[in-house]
């Protein structure tokens, strides 16, 4: 679970009720473009797994990071870290506040501000350069009944009260 506020990724249990962190300080990172274990995120917001490698979409920094799961090793994966609009290689591109992350298991898309998408060509990190989807696109993938959200909340809120 990307846990926003607390600039933390939150791996969840209910079936033993337990949270524990696995990367974020709790801290919110002061810059952007760092990398090793043990680093403050800034605002991550979604992620997305593909086989060891956990892509993260970052906001605060208008990047995506990614987590090599074997090492727990974290680096930016795709963004220059300038809040912009501009197609480039993916560490150059630049992008607004990344704040859903997608794959198809060939290729990442990332959702930022409303209206904002970008494609991965693909997830081979040498090949990849960021572009523009220029199809409309609507949030509908972020709406989540109510009721079910109210529900995963109180169970997280439990969880987390069980393990202080």
Sequence with gaps: MADTENHAIRIIDLSTRTVKTLA??????????????????????????????????????????????????????????????????????????????????TKLKMFGKPGRRWTGSTLDAEAMGLKRAHEPTDAHWMRVPLEALKRALSSVEHATRSIE
Excluded: C, F
């Design 24 to 105: 974020g300080t709790g801290k919110q990172a002061q810059r952007h473009n760092i990398e090793g274990k043990n680093v403050d995120l800034n605002s991550p917001w979604d992620l997305v797994l593909k086989d060891d490698l956990l892509y993260i979409a970052m906001a605060g920094p208008h990047q995506v990071w990614v987590m090599h799961l074997e090492t727990a090793a974290l680096e930016p994966y795709a963004g220059s870290g300038r809040e912009d609009i501009i197609d480039a290689p993916r560490l150059q591109a630049a992008m607004a506040q990344p704040s859903g992350i997608s794959t198809d298991g």
